[in-house]
């Protein structure tokens, strides 16, 4: 093998270090994510060792059910690089892509997928469904998963963890206010039921009095 051949062999394998970086940065996006109150995923396409598209969930705030963190960087880098075509790019994406994002993967010509956690009911790289791996498909995407999983995984936990705490207190409140409405009425109620048993009581002794 010719050296400029085993250079260009070794530039196209995945760096561990590199592979870290970017996926700690995906991190950082996934948190600006959950703050947003968006599920907690980030994403970072990078080609030739530098950013060119960075994305986090924001179907909620951009009210676009496409909009998944990896479709947003996707769009910001097809931009930077004026075409639709990201040949030789690599994505880094805290969670495992689901079917739509896996496509698009496909679409985009990416060189190398890598992920942290994997998602159990949606992932459609290695869990539920291997859409990469289609036969079908004219292009093939190289796949590293489970690359800093335990973080992506915990930001996960604890944001649903806080998103279930949130439903369970806004329950609680909608509970003492319906109690605390019912009492109200109650208690609107008792002094209407008072001058009707008054009245009644009235009516009976001046019927009395008549038949006396």
């Not at 963190?69 to 075509?85: G, M, P, Q, S």
């Not at 796949?143 to 609680?172: H, I, M, N, P, Y």
Request: glycine letters at 8%; charged letters at 25%; one cysteine or more.
């Amino acid at each position: 093998m010719q050296a400029g051949t085993k250079a260009a062999a070794r530039d196209a394998q995945p760096e561990p270090d590199a592979d870290l970086r970017w996926m700690r940065r995906a991190l950082e996006l996934a948190q600006t994510a959950a703050e947003l109150g968006e599920v907690p995923v980030g994403a970072v396409v990078v080609l030739d060792g530098r950013a060119i598209g960075e994305g986090f969930n924001r179907p909620i705030s951009n009210r676009d059910p496409t909009a998944h963190a990896e479709i947003v960087a996707l769009r910001a880098a097809a931009l930077a690089l004026d075409n639709y075509r990201l040949t030789g790019a690599t994505l880094y994406v805290t969670v495992e892509p689901c079917t739509m994002c896996a496509g698009a993967l496909v679409h985009a010509r990416i060189g190398r997928l890598v992920f942290g956690a994997p998602e159990p009911r949606a992932g459609a790289v290695v869990t539920t469904s291997q859409v990469l791996d289609n036969p079908g498909h004219n292009h093939r995407v190289d796949t590293t998963g489970g690359v800093l999983a335990a973080e992506s995984g915990a930001l996960l936990r604890t944001f649903f963890a806080a998103r279930r705490a949130d439903q369970a207190r806004a329950l609680k409140v909608k509970s003492a206010d319906q109690a605390r409405s019912l009492e109200k009425k109650s208690a609107d109620q008792a002094p209407l039921a008072e001058q009707r048993g008054a009245v009644e009581a009235r009516d009976t002794n001046l019927g009395e009095a008549t038949e006396s």
